[in-house]
């Protein structure tokens, strides 16, 4: 078998195409995978080291402002979104993929529109409760619809063939052990704080957890892995002037991104983090406790919803951005973490929540595509 995947732009859209891809791999370890995203993006550099073969085309979003700089962006995507089609197109059709898995991002507008302009069978997966307006463009022409939560149904247009299959959850995740993953991370038995603000980084969030982060490096009370993202490149020096020497404090791993996701979560007792759809399905296939900080700039608030759907299971602590203070997350985390019977409950509750199989579930609705199509 033959897959093309296309997605990019966020972890939220690439983590679920190298869940699929991984999925496939062990299931055909012979299919032949190749994942097309955009050229400089972060896909790029995650997919080769996920061990897939990467194909790059030029491409980039519409802004929504209508001002002389919007509308000139908007000129440059439309010729990108042009070249970029076309290239999508030879790619296709040099590869010959017998099927061809959208995971959201800009990226896959113009590689799904192509596959199915050349009768490739094409299918989509949204992960969030409110799809995303390329997913939603490109449901006319699938062959199925994967939704992860059933409430995205009623923003798709027409008849889509849905099928709900809940978010896939890279297979290294779901494997990692606790006790193994802090070993190999030099942990000690310490509370162990995972943090991170998406890839790009959050502003607020890295400035919230300076003063608790800076107070770990002089009374050494948690161990602490925080990612502050592409544009948090001044948060150690933020750190230094709160007195904190991140040489010696051996108790802080303070870095710009987590490669190696699946062994810090497994080693964490507790995650903070936004609310996207992905990280909450990692956070309950692994049962961890966790204070959410949902990002007030997505599309219809969702990740308000998806964080409120653990906090209402008693699974998770939530901290709106316009009520998060340095002092308010220094509070939550240290009663949460400080509380063993509440991270027990916590815990237990988020793992009751969690879909495990949605890669299997995803892999399926590929046979039965593939097969209804004649495809081999």
Known sequence: MKVLLAGGGTAGHINPALAIADYVRQRQPDAEILFIGKTGGMEERLVPQAGFEFRGISVQGFSRKMTPSGIKNNIITVKKAITGGRDAKKIIQE???????????????????????????????????????????????????????????????????????????????????????????????????????????????????ADIISRSAKDGKYQHIHAYGQYGKWFPDLLAEKGADLEKAKNLDIREYINNMPTCLAAADVVIARAGAITISEIQVKGKPSILIPSPNVAENHQFHNAMSLVEKNAAVMIEEKDLTPEKLTEEIDKLAGDPERLREYSENAAKMAVSDAAKRIYVVMIEVLSTSGSR
């Open 95 to 209: 590869f010959k993929p017998d099927i061809c898995v959208g995971t959201g991002g800009y990226v896959s507008g113009p590689v799904l529109r192509a596959a199915s302009k050349l009768g490739i069978p094409t299918i989509i997966h949204e992960q969030n409760a409110f799809p995303g307006v390329t997913n939603k463009m490109l449901a006319k022409h699938a062959d199925r619809v994967m939704l992860a939560m059933p409430a995205a149904k009623k923003h798709f247009k027409g008849n889509p063939k849905f099928v709900e299959t809940g978010n896939p959850v890279r297979s290294a995740i779901i494997s990692c052990e606790r006790e193994e993953c802090r070993r190999e991370l030099g942990l000690d038995e310490r509370p162990v704080i995972l943090s991170f603000g998406g890839s790009l980084g959050a502003r607020i969030i890295n400035e919230s957890l």
